[in-house]
């Protein structure tokens, strides 16, 4: 395509990692097209809270509700996001049109003074903010407590070396992405720790109408990933899940088939189901939307309530 002399305007968040993850789709568009790009910060509403649960304040879609407003209003061209902050229903209008390729997205347990999750003594204070990674770990712990930890990365880290926390968990992905993987104590298993639908994935959201930015964005789309994602969010879509719901789902691609596992669990970890689907990547969609039908069904009208 031939180079434009204008500059996309990509929104994102003012993290580091919103930031690195902003510029690596602008150096691919850049690599594949020779169109330049300058980012816009938009500050969102999940970003002004720093010392409450998301949950409590309306849930994921705080990361990306002004982003999406500014894509809507035309003042921006593309929005990149981290797929996992992005809300099962996308704003009329708008769709998610590529990902990048998937980095790892396990989970990594790190400690102030010990180096796995067992290894907490009772009564230990684990730090997150999340409610996945909250349930499971006190499946695994229930005697240990939690405490909420809200911030980027970095601040985590810091709050964790201040003392606020016995031990956090946090994604690989934006570890490694920001060179901050050293900090991990120990890398959990997807078995063990079953990972948030979309993490570890770089999703790029557009107006369904802009057909000229669908194109340039077609050439660095990683069609794995997005087909994973695709199964993820499926799944996510059928449990109607919050911010405060407890779910996990992870899809894999390999020989073009995939591979899904999903799972839901009381905040507590007190009970928890799992659901998993292997089929061709054609179906994602439908394991997905299967595997969240399986456990709807199994959990019962008020297992989340």
Do not use: W, Y
């Not at 669990?265 to 994602?284: I, L, M, T, Y």
């Amino acid at each position: 395509m031939a180079q434009s002399s204008t500059a996309l305007r990509i929104g994102t968040r003012g993290s580091p990692l919103a930031l690195v993850q902003a510029r690596e789709v602008a150096a691919r568009l850049l690599a594949a097209h020779g169109v330049a790009a300058e980012l816009k910060i938009i500050k969102t509403s999940g970003d002004a809270l720093q010392d409450r649960s998301l949950a409590d304040e309306g849930g994921k879609g705080l990361f990306t509700k002004e982003i999406e407003e500014a894509l809507l209003a035309g003042h921006i061209d593309l929005a990149v996001h981290s797929a996992k902050d992005v809300p099962t229903l996308l704003p009329n209008g708008l769709m998610l049109a590529a990902c990048l390729e998937r980095e790892d997205a396990r989970d990594v347990f790190i400690g102030a003074s010990v180096k796995t999750l067992r290894d907490l003594r009772k009564g230990a204070v684990v730090g997150t903010s999340s409610p996945r990674r909250q349930a499971l770990v006190k499946r695994a712990r229930p005697d240990v407590e939690i405490a909420v930890m809200r911030g980027n990365v970095e601040t985590r880290l810091r709050k964790l070396a201040d003392g606020a926390a016995d031990a956090t968990i946090l994604a690989l992905a934006g570890l490694k992405r920001l060179g901050l993987a050293a900090h991990a104590s120990t890398i959990m298993s997807v078995e063990e720790f079953l990972p948030a639908a979309g993490q570890g994935a770089i999703a790029i959201e557009v107006r369904e109408d802009n057909e000229k930015i669908r194109a340039l964005l077609n050439a660095i789309d990683h069609a794995d990933t997005s087909t994973a994602l695709a199964a993820e969010r499926a799944f996510l879509g059928v449990l109607d899940g919050s911010c405060r719901t407890p779910i996990a789902g992870h899809a894999t691609i390999a020989g073009g088939k995939l591979k899904f596992r999903g799972l839901i669990a009381k905040p507590d970890g007190s009970a928890a189901f799992d659901a998993s689907r292997e089929g061709n990547v054609r179906d994602a969609i439908a394991l997905g939307t299967d595997a969240g039908r399986e456990l709807k069904k199994r959990a019962g009208p008020d297992f989340f309530r």
